[in-house]
């Protein structure tokens, strides 16, 4: 008989690291497409304030001044006879809602802000980004022309986080012109009147195939990008043994999506070349950086595989790494891949509120605002997260 001494930590990892694959179950939208199962987590809670919203499906929150929170959402079919946004307000720090008020803008948010003046920009539609100066009780509205991008595919906005504000005033956000069967050519367009008119458009690295890409303005001035990237960038990079769950992911269906990072230092002229994160498929649906007012940056994502919901990793270096080890688990209540979209704001007490949404009642083909409920949790990014290396 042979006596084993004890197994240390590090011996452990690398037993994991050389132990025979986990044979997951199949299916894109189910099991553990690219989580290590050779793990065992270590969890702790933390106490957050969750509301659940009536007519928002999808919701995105901002905050004003004084302090009101204002969250765009969408109604539509079976709830609602057209699909259009909607508006409520909170004055107790997103613990009760107004009642909702249907918009006359069309289609679903694809990015809400508030800018420093107040002032409120929701993108909506296929090329739609409205503004109001009044806390969303009236609306102006800017129809993106047909002929600022080139080519002659539908134009999306996608469902991204809305516009970043420069320091100089200038507005920028994402725009994306369909090209092909699940491809895009993504660019950024630019308001210099506090969005009232939209130009200079400015493309940006299409190795992504992204409809959906967030942006964030860091304190230094750096813009990084989160795209929601196709699996033929993957496999176009040669990254199946980088992004996990990539092998073998559909190259044309949200199954093989992933994120990617990339950054200009020139106010988005020019951009780097994409680089994974870390996350691997099924973990973009979509994903948003939010830089916090202490320099850390929280990546927030769908998560579209078991525990199906909502999950956030930091960086401490401008996004250059993300801590995939160490990931906080904000929603796991989703009957399915059903779910996600977390876009966020951090409000004037330091905590982050989260917008998102979750398959709440089960059905094969669940009904926003039916069988999928929009959902806000206000949390508190804890102080030693991510660990320091």
Avoid at 41 to 47: A, F, G, K, L
Avoid at 156 to 171: A, F, Q, S, V, Y
Avoid at 196 to 225: F, H, K, N, Q
Wanted: with cysteine; proline share 8%.
């Amino acid at each position: 008989m042979t006596i084993r001494r004890e197994t240390s930590q590090s011996q452990m990892q690398k037993e994991a690291h050389s132990a025979p694959a986990y044979p997951k179950p199949g299916g894109w939208y189910t099991g553990f497409d690219s989580v290590n199962m050779h793990q065992v987590w270590v969890t702790s809670r933390i106490p957050a304030v969750r509301v659940r919203l009536r007519m928002a499906g999808k919701p995105q929150a901002a905050q004003l001044g004084d302090g009101t929170i204002v969250v765009a959402g969408f109604i539509e079919p079976p709830a609602h006879s057209e699909r259009k946004c909607t508006l409520q307000h909170s004055e107790d720090n997103a613990r009760t809602f107004s009642e909702p008020r249907v918009l006359d803008l069309p289609g679903r948010p694809g990015g809400f802000k508030a800018l420093k003046n107040d002032t409120l920009i929701l993108a909506s539609g296929s090329g739609f980004i409205s503004r109001s100066s009044d806390a969303g009780r009236s609306w102006t509205t800017f129809k993106i022309p047909d002929d600022l991008i080139p080519g002659r595919g539908p134009l999306t906005l996608g469902e991204c986080h809305g516009p970043i504000e420069l320091p100089d005033g200038t507005l920028m956000i994402h725009v994306a012109r369909e090209v092909g069967h699940y491809k895009w050519e993504a660019y950024v367009i630019r308001s210099t009147d506090e969005g009232r008119t939209w130009e200079d458009p400015t493309r940006v690295p299409t190795e992504t195939d992204a409809d959906e890409i967030s942006y964030a303005c860091l304190s230094d001035g750096r813009i990084i990008g989160i795209a929601r990237c196709s699996a033929a960038f993957i496999k176009r990079d040669r990254l199946e043994d980088i992004v996990p769950g990539a092998a073998g992911a559909p190259v044309d269906q949200e199954a093989g999506d992933s994120p990617a990072m990339f950054y200009s230092d020139d106010w988005g002229r020019t951009w780097s070349h994409p680089k994974p994160t870390g996350l691997g498929v099924l973990q973009v649906a979509g994903a948003y950086p939010l830089q916090l007012k202490d320099g850390r940056i929280v990546l927030l994502y769908g998560n579209r595989q078991f525990p199906f919901g909502v999950q956030a990793v930091g960086s401490r270096d401008r996004g250059e790494t993300w801590d995939i080890d160490h990931p906080i688990v904000l929603s796991w209540t989703s009957w399915s891949g059903y779910c996600g979209h977390p876009r966020s704001v951090q409000l004037q007490d330091g905590t982050v509120l989260t917008g998102y949404y979750t398959q709440w009642k089960a059905g094969e083909s669940p009904a926003h605002n039916a069988e999928c409920a929009g959902e806000l949790v206000r949390w508190r990014v804890p102080d030693d997260w991510p660990p320091k290396k």
